[in-house]
């Protein structure tokens, strides 16, 4: 069936540094790819969204890469600091009104 | 603004035993949906509704029962508790249309003995 996954649950940085998270996905027909954040013990939260007929929104240190061909998500955040520490989601609206499909999630650890 | 707000914060049930998991929004969305998340399992989809009287199952509706009288509460009743149903429970709310941006709830811990 349609899925969206991750390539790495796990992903530690230093203070600081720039992270990378990325997600692939398989549903060609998905309106929108969206991000969460999800700090221990709370709800996911959003972060940032992109509509398919776009390759890239940028945000407040956030960046969302959209490679259609390949079908991969990528969220870049900028001088990642210790409040970044949490999981992070990627979602997709399959075009079935407000129905999302999430990936497993990437845990991101800031090294101070 | 209080959001998307869900009761109780923990529940422990024995097997057999029904409950009702309350979500309340006061951001008057149409959307209101339930996910339960398991370790490693990501969020799964359970059952939503698209407004008053209105709702549908998602990935994994079996075991649970939602209604939707109004438009800011969306429970969620487990009939007859099973362990498999141990798990966080989220409920979550949006406009209709757009990129389907849910607001979540703090989230409910459900343990089934």
């Known amino acids: 069936g349609e899925s969206v996954g991750l390539h790495l649950p796990t992903l530690s940085v230093q203070e600081g540094d720039n992270s990378i998270i990325n997600c692939a996905y398989s549903n060609s027909a998905s309106d929108y790819f969206i991000w969460y954040k999800q700090e221990s013990g709370k709800g996911p939260q959003f972060i940032i969204d992109i509509r398919s007929n776009m390759d890239k929104r940028q945000g407040q240190r956030v960046t969302v890469l959209l490679n259609k061909t390949v079908k991969h998500l990528s969220l870049q955040i900028a001088a990642t600091q210790p409040g970044d520490s949490a999981v992070y989601f990627c979602a997709e609206n399959g075009n079935a009104g407000n129905m999302l499909t999430f990936g497993g999630g990437t845990r991101l650890m800031v090294k101070p | 603004n209080a959001g998307v707000t869900q009761t109780p914060k923990f529940q422990v049930l024995k097997t057999g035993q029904s409950m009702t998991l309350q979500c309340a929004q006061d951001m008057n969305h149409e959307y209101m949906s339930w996910y339960r998340q398991d370790p490693g399992m990501g969020l799964r989809l359970i059952h939503y509704s698209v407004g008053a009287g209105i709702t549908d199952q998602g990935e994994v509706p079996n075991g649970y029962n939602v209604s939707r009288s109004t438009t800011e509460d969306f429970p969620l009743r487990l009939l007859s508790a099973a362990p498999s149903q141990t798990s966080v429970y989220f409920c979550?709310?949006?406009?209709?249309?757009?990129?389907?941006?849910?607001?979540f709830g703090e989230g409910s811990r459900l343990t089934v003995l």
């Open positions: 979550a709310s949006s406009l209709l249309g757009g990129s389907g941006e849910l607001f």
